[in-house]
């Protein structure tokens, strides 16, 4: 290798390590940053905002390297030394809060500081500008029935829409181009679509049947899936093992070995099974399932391994196992001398009692519902954040006279806060009332892909909701009391009820479909 390419290895390697230059608040980096500034320039940038913490500092001797060469740089603006002793134990100080400083942009975020933490603002000003694009708002499926609905590719070139009289729509996002429409799809209401990959995708319906299709032929589908009872409501996959997951109102969650799939169909073999189910997700390491029910529970499996089949689910067993949740992440029950308790370690069933899975255990909660302490509810909608830090859940009251969208912060490993006791999975940290329009209809909101904000149906139109007036990330946001989400934007372009939101993995776009079949698309307007 040339020395000028070794150089230009360097620099790149340089610029890939380098932390944000400003502040340890989230800030816009400066485009006009010379990525070729040597090693020693930006130590010295650095070490300036770097917070002198005396607790994060972990013992060190005076002779051990802290950063290697990074930790030199910091040597300019080291405090004044009186000895050989006292500046090396100086740089080793500043060393040692650099790299904490730098450990502590990545936690909770993966290995690597996440992008958009430092670009948020201009992806926050792009989403409050959002409307509805002019040439794609006239997207109507009017013949096709209610959208119940929108699902983009992984790579957001196509975008497939769930439609109420046995249909499925392909349209490019992009050009609003309608690509294709799959006839007669299923036999009856087409109810969730679950993309595999860029090419293969799933779907579901009333006719209690899962059809996989290939965009690459789409003339005919590549197999269907029969074993459901019941309507099948929603599909999940496990990237791990490869296993197609989904639930129906027969109260079965079915497992499917897409590895072996033929034109007949694929294997598959029944995980779960309980009563008044009504959504089933899983979360984006496939660790955990949720399930929620029309009885206002919310089941919780850890340590998920949908390679072992569970056979548990009595409504005896989950009114046994109930555990009202307060926002505090206790339990808001009152108990008495005789009743046992009911906290985290009560609510959830140990496999070794109840013959299961070693790594599957059932947690059984009640989610609080603000306004709807005394009152049953029903969870008809449920979503995971992108990052798996939260669920997200819209539930009605049994009454259907209120609407309400909560978020739930998973409370495992979280350092945010002291555990409390008894503990619980999930704390109530967020919450908004909705319009209660639309009776009786699933309202499905959503996430964007960076998790700040939430789509919700409104009405006839959709609400941007953001943990803070700021967009910030929900563990920058976390409230010490449970406090409403804020309006950042409403947006009304349907002449009906709005039932499923869904944004672009790749663009900063949305969608919207309505009761009356119209899909609206809306881009930042400048």
């Given amino acids: 290798m040339s020395s000028e390419h070794q ?178 799809a299923h036999e009856d209401c087409v109810n969730n679509i679950r993309f595999l990959d860029n090419r293969l995708f799933a779907t579901c319906s009333d006719d209690t049947t899962i059809a996989l299709w290939d965009l690459r032929k789409l003339n005919s589908k590549v197999c269907s899936l029969h074993g459901h009872a019941s309507w099948v409501k929603n599909i999940e996959y496990d990237t791990n093992t490869r296993l197609l997951v989904t639930s129906g109102f027969d109260g079965n969650v079915i497992t499917w070995d897409t590895n072996r799939f033929t034109e007949d169909g694929c294997p598959h073999k029944k995980f779960f099974h309980t009563r008044y189910l009504m959504r089933m997700r899983l979360t984006p390491d496939c660790s955990k399932m949720l399930i929620s029910t029309s009885s206002g529970y919310l089941l919780i499996l850890h340590d998920l391994d949908l390679t072992q089949s569970l056979e548990v689910g009595s409504y005896r067993m989950l009114r046994a196992r109930r555990t009202p949740l307060s926002s505090d992440g206790g339990t808001s029950a009152s108990r008495s001398a005789g009743t046992p308790r009911q906290g985290n370690d009560s609510s959830k069933i140990h496999p070794h009692r109840e013959g299961l899975s ?72 967020h919450y908004i009332e909705e319009a209660n329009v639309g009776r009786g209809y699933i309202k499905e909101l959503c996430f964007s892909p960076d998790g700040r904000l939430i789509c919700s149906p409104y009405g006839y139109g959709i609400r941007l909701l953001a943990f803070d007036e700021h967009c910030g990330e929900l563990t920058d946001c976390l409230p010490v009391q449970t406090s409403c989400l804020r309006e950042i934007r409403s947006i009304y372009s349907h002449s009906d009820v709005v039932l499923t939101t869904k944004f672009s993995p790749t663009h900063c776009q949305l969608a919207s479909g309505c009761l009356s079949g119209r899909v609206a698309l809306y881009q930042p307007k400048f």
């Fill in 7 to 184: 150089s230009d290895s360097e620099d790149a390697d340089e610029s890939q390590d380098r932390p944000n230059t400003g502040s340890v608040s989230d800030k816009e980096e400066d485009p006009e940053i010379d990525e070729s500034d040597d090693e020693e320039d930006v130590a010295q940038r650095v070490c300036p905002s770097i917070p002198e913490s005396s607790e994060d500092r972990p013992e060190r001797s005076a002779g051990s390297p802290v950063l290697g060469e990074g930790e030199a740089g910091c040597q300019p603006v080291a405090a004044p030394q009186t000895g050989s002793g006292e500046s090396s134990s100086s740089d080793n100080v500043r060393g040692s809060s650099l790299f904490s400083w730098l450990q502590s942009r990545t936690i909770r975020r993966g290995l690597f500081v996440d992008p958009a933490r430092d670009n948020f603002r201009t992806m926050t000003s792009l989403y409050c500008s959002m409307n509805p694009a002019v040439e794609s708002v006239n997207l109507s499926t009017q013949t096709h029935g209610a959208v119940f609905n929108l699902e983009y590719s992984p790579d957001g070139s196509v975008l497939t829409v769930a439609c109420e009289q046995t249909e499925v729509l392909l349209f490019d996002p992009i050009s609003s181009r309608h690509i294709k429409t799959l006839t007669e």
């Fill in 358 to 429: 070693p790594r599957n255990s059932l947690e059984v909660l009640t989610p609080e519902i603000p306004g709807e302490r005394d009152r049953g509810n029903c969870i008809t909608s449920l979503q995971l954040h992108p990052k798996g830090w939260a669920t997200l859940i819209r539930c009605s009251s049994n009454m259907d006279d209120q609407e309400w969208t909560c978020v739930y912060e998973f409370q495992e490993g979280a350092p945010t806060r002291p555990l409390v006791s008894p503990r619980c999975s999930l704390r109530l940290t």
